[in-house]
């Protein structure tokens, strides 16, 4: 396919996108509690989901058949850039998670603990905005972004203003990610206009991260420009240091940033490893990260209260989530037998051992090899093995891997898969497919756990002698 036509193809998808977002978007005065069959039956309901469908295909073919062949780096920062442009003006596409950020603001500039109370609280002016299952529970997010909602909103004093305010800080993620991440890129060996091809031009990046507003192009954008100041001046304390305070701020925005942490303390090392120089190199990055986050949440006046906010997800139950969908498949294999098990707890449980175990292995295995492609192999596995999956948390694995991988097909298929898992106004369509996709990504999981295992066996088996 030409460039200039995967170009217009995606503006086409991402103005598709756009006009779906004004007719049936998340919208303050939405329905709280829509179906898919409610979508369709209600004003311009076939309109819209037909818009996002053929906006959401359009938009992630065109970046697809692109991924390993980029013209130029310009090139793929000119036709991202436009692809986003429609983004710019939209309601909140696909999630409310704008309209928690902006009560959770209120919360915190008057005073209240986002940490100990739920919105609800307050009240948050703009509650009825709100999905029902988070206005009493606590926030999720870092310090940082807590003490940055509360200006916002103290700053703007409306809900429009605030959105606007929060989508000029993904932006600005954004931006900050595109600025960066050739740096890792001539680092790794990766083309660059490939990086930023396919960190920048997916379909979440336009629809979650711009038009959804979430904090989580800013947290990327930090964490891409920490790890890109720590591997351009290794073994230099100072550079080092204010690499691991950006890492830092990052996990002030969400803590899953912590998880790049030590990966960068292995690429802030100069020549070959060792415990004195990891020591010597790795204790700025550590340190400047963890003295940022702990100073920035007490001079916050907050607590860790969002460990407590984080475990709240576990009340969304998606099978999007490996973990959930097992849990859910084992309850269903039991129903015949006229038992009725909750298997989630369990379930989890063993994915939160199986992810501590899969970071140090990983760590050790960085030690002799490229830490930021493990690092992002981390990052992966931290979003695969979480209790709950959104499709802008891709992004997390996504940026990092794009300027890493040698091999693409694998993370992109699941941007692409993650594309379309809501609908323009936030309908999570796992929770109407579980019956289907519990089981069937337990199979995929049984899949890829099989081939990794014959894998390791393969690599350890010994090499033959002549």
């Not at 690499?243 to 942490?261: E, P, Q, R, S």
């Not at 300027?403 to 379309?420: D, I, K």
Request: glycine share 10%.
């Amino acid at each position: 396919m030409p460039h200039h036509l995967v170009r217009w193809i995606g503006l086409a998808g991402s103005i598709m996108l756009a006009v779906a977002a004004f007719l049936g978007g998340a919208l303050p005065g939405g329905d709280l509690r829509p179906t898919p069959l409610k979508i369709w039956q209600g004003p311009n309901g076939p309109l819209i989901i037909g818009l996002w469908l053929f906006g959401t295909a359009a938009m992630a073919v065109a970046w697809w058949v692109l991924r390993d062949r980029v013209p130029s780096a310009r090139w793929a920062l000119t036709t991202a850039g436009l692809w986003l442009l429609p983004f710019l003006v939209t309601p909140p596409l696909g999630s409310r998670d704008a309209y928690a950020y902006a009560c959770q603001g209120a919360s915190y500039s008057n005073g209240i603990n986002p940490y100990e109370h739920g919105v609800s609280t307050l009240p948050c002016p703009w509650l009825d905005t709100m999905s029902y299952i988070w206005r009493d529970t606590p926030a999720p997010y870092g310090p940082l972004f807590v003490v940055i909602s509360g200006a916002v909103v103290a700053a703007t004093g409306s809900l429009l203003g605030s959105i606007a305010l929060f989508r000029a800080l993904a932006v600005a993620g954004v931006v900050l990610t595109a600025a960066c991440l050739p740096v890792l890129a001539r680092r790794c060996g990766v083309p660059v206009e490939r990086a930023l091809w396919l960190a920048l031009a997916s379909p979440i990046v336009g629809v979650h991260l711009i038009s959804g507003v979430h904090n989580d192009a800013l947290m990327v954008g930090l964490l891409v420009a920490g790890l890109a100041v720590v591997v351009s001046w290794p073994g230099r304390r100072w550079p080092l240091l204010a690499g691991g305070v950006v890492l830092g701020l990052a996990a002030g925005i969400k803590v899953t940033a912590l998880v790049v942490v030590p990966f960068a303390a292995l690429a802030a090392i100069t020549g070959g490893f060792s415990l004195r120089a990891l020591l010597r190199d790795g204790t700025p990055v550590v340190g400047g990260a963890v003295a940022t986050l702990l100073g920035v949440t007490a001079a916050a006046g907050l607590d860790f209260g969002w460990i407590t906010g984080l475990s709240h997800g576990n009340e969304v139950i998606a099978w999007t989530s490996p973990p959930t969908a097992v849990g859910q498949t084992i309850g269903y294999l039991a129903l015949p037998f006229g038992l009725h098990v909750d298997a989630l707890p369990v379930t989890r449980g063993i994915a939160v051992v199986v992810l501590a175990v899969l970071l140090v292995w990983l760590w050790f295995r960085a030690r002799h090899r490229e830490p930021l492609w493990h690092a992002g192999l981390a990052l992966t596995a931290t979003v695969a093995l979480a209790p709950l999956f959104h499709p802008w948390y891709w992004f997390w694995p996504l940026a990092v891997l794009a300027a890493t991988a040698h091999r693409t097909w694998w993370f992109s298929a699941v941007a692409v898969f993650s594309a379309f898992h809501v609908l323009a106004d936030g309908t999570g369509l796992p929770r109407y497919t579980k019956t289907v996709g519990a089981p069937l990504m337990t199979l995929f999981v049984i899949v890829v756990a099989v081939r990794l295992v014959r894998s390791a066996r393969v690599a350890r088996r010994p090499v033959p002698a002549d």
